[in-house]
């Protein structure tokens, strides 16, 4: 049987191509896109760990990929200052817009006073001075290189120009940053940030203080640090809705050029499969081999599908410098549904084929 399905795919080359190209695009469209997902959810969580703070103190809500509010009056920080165990606190205001520079995605840009951020993450200017004035940023080294400027150059935020005094290093949080009173004005929102990092003294546990200042300020939100990394997709809204929407239309994908691609074939190969049962195959012997056909073309999809994902994915990072992760999880996930997928579109034509009349066939050809 296996050498009949092989050369009932020879036979056919150009339609085997297109249902293997077809089962391949629901491949692609759930590795690539679950990989993006979480390569940039991920990279941004990885950013904000480098934080030295181990709690951020903010409002439910404020911190989604879409909210860009400043909803945290800046007096909080004061107060968690006078809370025990706390040694210093720093607030920012995140603004998160789509990146309007020609690459693909968003951009985020923070509203901190330098000084007291860098002291309390560890970082430092590799170049240029902190941004002091309204009309003034400073950039990480990668989006320095990414956008190919120097000091002296200007960004465009906001609907007007930004001029680039500083190169700060390591990356963390955002890549660009500006002054929070410029972030203030710029959004009308006087004494008030996103989110206040807050750095406790040496030998203070965590999971002591975090709930002391749940006492304190009720009906705030505290996240550690140290689970921003653990949590990063859940913080996206309607990211996994999003990737089980690509995972149902991979599955539609490969299901349906598997069943249209053998239900031609089906109808073309009448007398074909008349003349098997006339020589005494049985019905499970035609499902078999109809079935087979699209097992082979679940696996030639399921190959090409990701050499064309992982090709794919490294000319998007170099060409954007977008990152990636694959998830063996969400591979095999994609491997099942596109097998399954062929398998299942195939169902009817082949139950079609094995209920053909032989004599039928034969009267009628």
Partial sequence: MLELVFANLRVR???????????????????????????????????ASNWKAEIVFTRPGAMELTSSNASVSTTYA????DIDGVQSTVPVIRYITPDTSGRWGLKQIDGVDWEPFAEMN??????????LASDEVILDERQMRDEKVKLGDTQALFGRDYKVVGVFSPP??????MSLGAMQEILESPGKCTYILVKLKDGADVDVVAPRINEVLPGNKI??????VIDAQERVPALNTF?????????????????????????????????LKSLGASKGFIVKTIEGEAFMIGILGVLLGLVVSAIASFGIGRLFDLAFEF????????ILIAVGGSLFGALYPALRASSIDPVEVMANE
């Fill in 13 to 47: 080359p150009f339609r085997t191509l297109i249902s293997v190209i077809g089962v391949a695009l629901g491949v692609v469209l759930v590795v690539l896109f679950t990989g993006l997902a979480r390569g940039m959810t991920n990279d941004m969580a990885r950013r």
């Fill in 78 to 81: 004061e107060k968690l200052r």
């Fill in 122 to 131: 560890g970082m430092k200017l590799v170049e240029g001075r902190a941004a």
């Fill in 172 to 177: 963390s949080g955002s890549r660009i940053k």
């Fill in 223 to 228: 996240n550690l640090t140290r689970d921003l």
């Fill in 243 to 275: 990737l089980r929407v690509l995972v149902g239309l991979g599955a539609f994908v490969s299901t349906i050029f598997v069943l249209l691609s053998m239900y031609t074939t089906v109808t073309e190969r009448r007398k074909e499969i008349g003349i």
């Fill in 327 to 334: 998830s063996t999880g969400w591979v095999v996930t994609a």
